[in-house]
C-alpha cells in the first residue's frame, strides 16, 4: 500500500516538474500549421519591423491611405504563421481599412522564443514603429486573436486606440490553465499569466467581443466575462454554432462592419 501511494506521489512529481520546465513548449506552437491556407488576395509591403530586443518582425502591410484611414493591427494566436490567416487578411481587406499583421519573435522564421514578456515587447515594437510611420494613436485599431487577445489588452492600457477588436479571449492563463489541468498546481507552476480580466479596468477604447458558443479551445465563459468586465462602449458577437477559429462569413462580416463604422 506504502509503495503504491508513494509510486502515485513519484508520478505526480515528476509531471509537475515537467510541466514547469516545458510548459511554453505547451502554450507556443510557431510551427503548426492548424489553418487551411489560402493564396492572398490583397496587396501588401512586406516589412521588417525592429523590435526593442534587437530582433525583426516579419509583417506584412496593406495600404489603401495611412493617414486619413485607420489601421487595423493583427496579433495573431499562439500557433501557426502569417500564412495561416490568410482567409481572414482576404476579407478584412474589403473594409476601408489598412492592415498590418505581425509575426511574433519565434514565428515565421523571426529569431527568438516567444514569451509573455517577449510578445509584449513585439507588440509594443509594432505600435512604436506605426507612430514613426506618423499614424496616430486614435487611427490604430488593435485587433487580437485568442492568444493574441491577451497581448491586445496589455499594450491597449491607458491609450485612446480608435478600438479593440478581440476575437476567442481567455480571461487569464491561469484560468485556460486550470480548465485543461485541473489537478496541477497552475497558479503555482504558470510563467506566463496572460492576465487579461484584471487589465480591463485600464481600457478607454470601444471593444468588440467575439466568441463562439462552441469553442473547445477557449470556453465561451471565458469570453463572455471578458465582454462582461469590459468598459463601455462595447460591442459583442456570440454566434451559437462558432469554434475557436471563427467562421469569417457574412454575419461575422456585418458585426465588423457595423462596429467599424460606430468608431469612425
Same mark, same amino acid.
Given at each position: 500500500?506504502?509503495?503504491?501511494?508513494?509510486?502515485?506521489?513519484?508520478c505526480y512529481l515528476l509531471? /509537475?516538474? #515537467?510541466?514547469?520546465?516545458?510548459? +511554453?513548449?505547451?502554450? *507556443?506552437? &510557431?510551427?503548426?500549421?492548424? *489553418?487551411?491556407? %489560402?493564396?492572398?488576395?490583397?496587396?501588401?509591403?512586406?516589412?521588417?519591423? =525592429?523590435?526593442?530586443? @534587437?530582433?525583426?518582425?516579419?509583417?506584412?502591410? %496593406?495600404?489603401? !491611405?495611412?493617414?486619413?484611414?485607420?489601421?487595423? /493591427? #493583427?496579433?495573431?494566436?499562439?500557433?501557426g504563421d502569417l500564412q495561416n490567416r490568410i482567409y481572414k487578411l482576404n476579407l478584412i481587406k474589403d473594409f476601408d481599412i489598412n492592415f498590418l499583421i505581425v509575426a511574433y519573435r519565434g514565428f515565421s522564421g523571426n529569431k527568438g522564443k516567444p514569451t509573455e514578456a517577449g510578445l509584449y515587447e513585439d507588440a509594443r515594437s509594432t505600435l512604436n514603429w506605426l507612430t514613426k510611420q506618423n499614424i496616430k494613436e486614435n487611427k490604430i485599431i488593435i485587433y487580437g486573436e485568442s492568444l493574441g487577445t491577451g497581448v491586445s489588452i496589455e499594450?491597449?492600457?491607458?491609450?485612446?486606440?480608435? @478600438?479593440?477588436?478581440?476575437?476567442?479571449?481567455?480571461?487569464?492563463? /491561469? !484560468?485556460? @490553465?486550470?480548465? *485543461? *489541468? &485541473?489537478?496541477? =498546481?497552475?497558479?503555482?507552476?504558470?510563467? !506566463? +499569466?496572460?492576465?487579461?480580466?484584471?487589465?480591463?479596468?485600464?481600457?478607454?477604447s470601444p471593444i468588440l467581443v467575439m466568441h463562439g458558443k462552441k469553442d473547445k479551445i477557449v470556453p465561451f465563459y471565458m469570453g463572455k466575462k471578458v465582454f462582461d468586465k469590459a468598459n463601455k462602449p462595447k460591442f459583442s458577437y456570440f454566434p451559437d454554432n462558432d469554434d475557436h477559429m471563427m467562421d469569417y462569413n457574412e454575419d461575422l462580416l456585418k458585426n465588423l462592419s457595423i462596429f467599424f463604422k460606430a468608431i469612425s
Open positions: 500500500m506504502f509503495t503504491a501511494i508513494t509510486a502515485i506521489i513519484l509531471i /509537475v516538474v #515537467f510541466v514547469f520546465f516545458y510548459q +511554453r513548449n505547451l502554450l *507556443y506552437h &510557431p510551427f503548426e500549421n492548424n *489553418y487551411s491556407t %489560402h493564396q492572398t488576395n490583397f496587396p501588401y509591403e512586406e516589412v521588417f519591423i =525592429p523590435a526593442f530586443s @534587437g530582433n525583426n518582425l516579419k509583417g506584412w502591410f %496593406h495600404k489603401k !491611405d495611412i493617414y486619413n484611414k485607420k489601421t487595423l /493591427v #493583427f496579433f495573431h494566436g499562439n500557433a499594450v491597449a492600457q491607458n491609450k485612446k486606440f480608435a @478600438g479593440i477588436i478581440l476575437e476567442s479571449p481567455f480571461t487569464s492563463m /491561469v !484560468d485556460a @490553465g486550470k480548465f *485543461y *489541468y &485541473p489537478y496541477l =498546481p497552475v497558479s503555482l507552476l504558470l510563467k !506566463d +499569466r496572460y492576465e487579461t480580466v484584471k487589465k480591463l479596468k485600464n481600457i478607454n
